[in-house]
């Protein structure tokens, strides 16, 4: 056996480690992808939504008879029919109701009133014009603190009697949940005894995660077998097809659910929305298959928002810079309906990571959720459960209290990173992170930016704007970042009463190629390839050979779906154990075979050998062939696994990054000059699709931290929802990215992968916001919240004398 | 509603149909002729997801009524691969360089860069920035869109192929 021949057959397999070009691209770049509004089924009809002008209003009267007169108008369902199905309130994943279609009175602006249901979709669109409905309007409240005061009018008169929620006391008609974590009384001690202490609300406005493609969904019910098939934009189809047993009262085993290729999803994707379940309800009704495609206003006007977090936040510390305390109070905007996606015992996610990357002895939290005249929705935006506005708000926080203390930002971070020594660390909030080298990434990444050089610069800088030889100011933002990913451990994480395990089925067929299923779902990730990559190094079988499969809930087993970064640290351990299942049947042919124990044999890249004799070895294709044919006695034919892991903890991917930027003080125009992102997810499988990830992640949080809002003014109504006035960055505006990596396995980890999917926008969001603060601390700015927009930045310069 | 008979070219083939004046481009294409390459991603024209070639330009075709498209010859994803299946460069770059994730702006995207890449064979980073600025991608940040585009360009310009900077 020479060295030569193992490296070559290791690369040939396209194992871990490789940039495996994907396997997905073939019919990507051909047109040939299938996403839910491709498919056409015989006789199909098209749904579209009559929807709410009001905010909030009481209706009066709905009068279908226009628009059911119009011919090619199979039906108009409203409230009024679903009242009988006990359909028109659905559970939301957070333990609330969402009015599927609204019953009495609307809550928010675009809010699902009527469903018509017609021959194509022109005449579905001319017969939503055509149904009347009469309105009452009513007070809104869009402002969660004007939400909460004394007499503030009732948004959900449906719970008004009801003292208490899904988690708890409700101290307020509005007021959905209290939840808090930490020791409070240590905390207010530590606070009592500072040397230092800085407070600010930090607000982390209302966006909306836009994947391209919107909502869509195709209902098929077969009534002569009584089984139900449903294609649609699911990130965790398995628990779509148990919602709907549910609500819909069909046996699970007569739903099929199939998510195909997804357009983007980024959280957008994960709640079940009016428009799913009236695509159902509407093919049960008429017998003949139901396609509804939202539209783009409706996407960014109704389904699943992201942040719309208020963040009080409060550091204390010693005058040398070492924090003592954290403490946090939250306002949570959560909309008219709480239809949070987060696993069912944290109605704030994991927002008790706001600890951040730093050894704080003691700190509490505590959040408010409230409801408004906004769309439902929530957590969504590429992020683990509300992480990225944990990290937000200590990103911030560590910025202002590093002016307090006239300390480099970078120098404050550095003296409370949590050391190598500590992990795992248990933090003060109750977390145990698992592994990591923070202060190597943090001296990597100040030293390839040149950190010195540019504060000397900005030093200059400032003197120069100050002399009045510039109207450029510089801004150098910082963000260390830890996440917590890959929900999760059943002990603590589960959805619905259901585990937050992941599973992967594979069967090797008699040529030694193979199929892997997997309860995941790829939405752009790459799945068909790396998971493929994961199983080739664990099994011996080349990438190239391994179909992987997902979204079709009667093939694939049960799994939670994708989305907070959860398919790697999740179903990537599920795929690595059923790999490592084959591999041990086969040692057993491989030792019937050569006729030695099994402890006797060696596995080398793709095979078997006998120790000490090498010539003596059975490749994994022999094995595979034999598992048909000649398996020891008493063993099963065949070669398959499965298996559900159900991760022992979560894993915390962190980074450094720093965002260097020039504004120009009289436009407020930014332009990002340079941005370096060093990532450390654990081990890397594709290096390729990581980077990729990492620029797209990244020019997201910048289009979060430099323009994007969705924006209500009084009356409730959305200001911006369309590509015309909500800010999705071009290949123009968008930087270029910098990427690098330290390389920290998660000890925990069958392969020691963390996730990686949502760091960069975690810790993309504050390196920018950081940046364009840290251009003003110099002349007196403490905090500006974002959208770091060119009109708020120019208003900020102004405020602070700067510009005219 | 009244139809109207209409002729056109569509990827090399001759096709007549029938449609209704208020129909637009892109469901014509998508679904009286089944070509789902093409996809409606805002309906305003904004995000390019719907792009095809008409009659040498790119035209966003949720912003095009079919009957307008009476007489003209378009080309669409579909009609981008050789017959014998090669992939045009641009596909290819798309692949090699990373230039996709969930693939849903990737027929509109690289149908734009087949017409500029026409309108400016050798671009700089920044021209080809500006020339697909039109089409918005939200997973890939489009670094590798870039260097996907610049390695058709060399591609059909036939320079031969550097190591991808990493």
Redesign the interface.
């Known amino acids: 056996m020479n060295s030569q021949s193992v490296q070559q057959r290791q690369e040939k397999l396209e194992g871990i480690g490789c940039k495996r ?2 396997v ?10 299938n ?1 839910v ?2 498919f ?1 089924f015989p006789g199909m009809v098209f749904g579209d939504f009559v929807r709410s002008p009001y905010a909030h209003a009481r209706i009066k009267k709905i009068d279908k008879s226009a628009a059911l007169a119009l011919p090619g108008v199979k039906a108009v369902l409203t409230a009024e029919d679903l009242i009988p199905l006990n359909l028109h309130y659905m559970p939301t994943l957070a333990g609330d109701v969402q009015a599927v279609l609204a019953h009495e009175k609307v809550l928010f602006q675009n809010q699902e009133v009527a469903f018509v249901i017609a021959e194509d ?2 005449i579905a669109a001319d017969a939503v014009e055509l149904v009347q409905v009469e309105y009452e309007e009513l007070p809104v409240l869009v402002d969660p603190f004007k939400a909460m005061e004394p007499g503030a009018p009732v948004l959900r008169e449906d719970l008004k009697d009801k003292t208490s929620g899904a988690h708890g006391p409700r101290k307020h008609p509005n007021h959905i949940f209290t939840w808090e974590a930490g020791d409070k009384q240590a905390t207010d001690a530590a606070f009592d005894k500072a040397e230092v202490t800085i407070k600010e609300l930090i607000s982390y406005q209302r966006v909306h995660p ?5 909502c869509a969904s195709l209902a098929s019910m077969d009534k002569i077998n009584g089984e139900l098939t449903l294609y649609g934009t699911f990130q965790a189809p398995h628990v779509v097809r148990t919602v709907a047993s549910l609500i819909a009262g069909i046996p699970e085993h007569k739903i099929r659910v199939i998510s195909p ?4 999803g ?1 959280g957008n994707k994960v709640g079940v929305y009016p428009g799913y379940v009236m695509s159902v309800v509407g093919s049960i009704v008429l017998g003949v298959p139901v396609k509804w ?1 939202e ?2 206003i409706a996407n960014l006007s109704t389904t699943a928002f992201a942040r719309d977090y208020h963040m009080t936040g409060e550091l204390a510390a010693t005058k040398d810079g070492k924090i003592t305390g954290l403490r946090a109070h939250v306002i949570a905007n959560h909309g008219a309906f709480d239809a949070c996606a987060d696993p069912t015992k944290f109605p704030a996610g994991l927002f008790s990571i706001c600890t951040g990357s730093y050894d704080i002895p003691v700190a509490h939290v505590e959040v408010d959720g409230v409801y408004t005249n906004k769309a439902p929705g929530g957590v969504a935006y590429r992020c683990s459960f509300r992480v990225t506005e944990a990290a937000y708000m200590i990103e911030r926080l560590i910025d202002i209290l590093a002016q307090k203390l006239n300390m480099d930002p970078a120098e404050l971070r550095w003296k409370n990173l949590i050391q190598p020594g500590q992990f795992p660390y248990k933090s003060a909030l109750g977390w145990e992170y698992d592994s990591g080298n923070y202060p190597a990434a943090m001296k990597k990444a100040l030293e390839a930016i040149g950190y010195q050089n540019l504060r000397a610069e900005q030093a200059q800088r400032i003197a120069d704007f100050k002399a009045g030889k510039t109207r450029d100011l510089m801004g150098i933002g910082v963000s260390f970042f830890t996440e917590i990913v890959g929900a999760g451990p059943s002990k603590n994480c589960d959805i619905l009463g259901i585990g937050m395990f992941d599973s992967c089925e594979i069967r090797v067929h008699p040529t030694g190629a193979a199929i892997a299923r997997l309860g995941t779902k790829s ?4 799945h068909e390839t790396t998971y493929a990559q994961i199983l080739a190094t664990e099994t011996g079988i080349p990438a190239d050979r391994i179909t992987i499969e997902e979204g079709d809930t009667d093939t694939a087993p049960y799994g939670l779906g994708t989305y907070g970064s959860r398919s790697t640290p999740v179903g990537g351990a599920a795929c690595s154990r059923a790999g490592r299942k084959i591999r041990q049947k086969a040692q057993m042919i491989a030792a019937h075979l050569l006729e030695v124990h099994h402890d006797d044999l060696e596995w080398d890249v793709d095979g078997f050998y006998v120790k000490g004799a090498p010539e003596k070895r059975k490749s994994m294709k022999e094995l595979a062939w034999a598992a048909y044919n000649n398996v020891p006695p008493g063993m099963e034919m065949g070669l398959e696994a499965v298996d559900y892991y159900d991760p022992p903890n979560f894993t915390y991917p962190f980074g450094a990054y720093i965002c260097v930027t020039d504004i120009d003080a009289d436009t407020g125009e930014a332009k990002v000059r340079r941005f370096y992102a060093l990532d450390d997810c654990g081990t890397r499988i594709n290096p ?2 990581i ?3 990492i ?6 949080a910048f289009g979060i931290a430099m323009g994007q809002i969705v924006d209500y003014d009084e009356a409730g109504n959305v200001q911006n929802a ?3 006035d909500y800010f ?1 960055p ?3 505006e ?1 930087p ?2 910098e990427t690098d990596y330290t390389e920290t396995p998660s000890p925990h980890h069958p392969i020691g992968a963390k996730g990686v999917g949502e760091s960069p926008n975690v810790g993309g969001v504050p390196a920018f916001s950081n940046a364009l603060n840290d251009a003003f601390v110099k002349f007196g700015g403490i905090h500006t919240q974002m959208p770091h927009t060119a009109p708020r930045i120019w208003g900020y310069a102004k405020e602070l004398g700067l510009a005219a | 509603m009244a139809k109207r008979l209409i002729s056109l070219t569509v990827n090399g083939s001759k096709v007549e149909r029938e449609v ?1 004046d ?2 637009l481009l892109i ?1 014509f294409l ?2 009286d002729l ?11 024209s ?2 390019g ?1 719907c792009t095809v070639d008409m009659d040498g330009k790119s035209v966003k075709s949720c912003t095009v009524f079919a009957v307008q498209a009476d007489g003209s010859n378009i080309r ?3 009609g ?2 050789q017959a014998d299946g090669s ?1 045009h460069p641009l ?2 770059g ?3 360089q ?1 230039g ?8 509109g995207m ?1 149908m734009r860069s087949y017409r500029f890449l026409q309108e400016n064979p050798n671009p700089t980073e920044e021209e ?3 020339g ?15 260097k996907a585009i610049r390695y058709a360009a060399d591609k059909i310009n036939q320079i031969p192929m550097k190591e991808a900077a990493e």
């Open positions: 070009k994907r997905e691209d073939i019919r990507f770049v051909q047109g040939k992808g996403y509004d491709d056409v979709r022109y836009s994947p391209l493609e919107t290729d997804i357009g983007g980024f495609t539209g783009r939405q752009g990730q790459g390729m699709i980077e990729g990830q620029h797209g992640g990244l020019t997201e369309s590509f015309m999705l071009t290949a123009v968008t270029h990215w | 209704e208020r129909r469901h998508r679904e089944r070509l789902t390459g093409a996809h409606v991603g805002c309906e305003t904004h995000c997801a669409t994803i579909e981008m691969a992939l596909q290819e798309f692949r090699m990373h996709l994730q969930c693939g849903f702006c990737t027929p690289i080809i920035r500006m697909i600025s039109g089409n918005l991608c939200r997973c890939t940040g489009y670094q590798n869109i870039v």
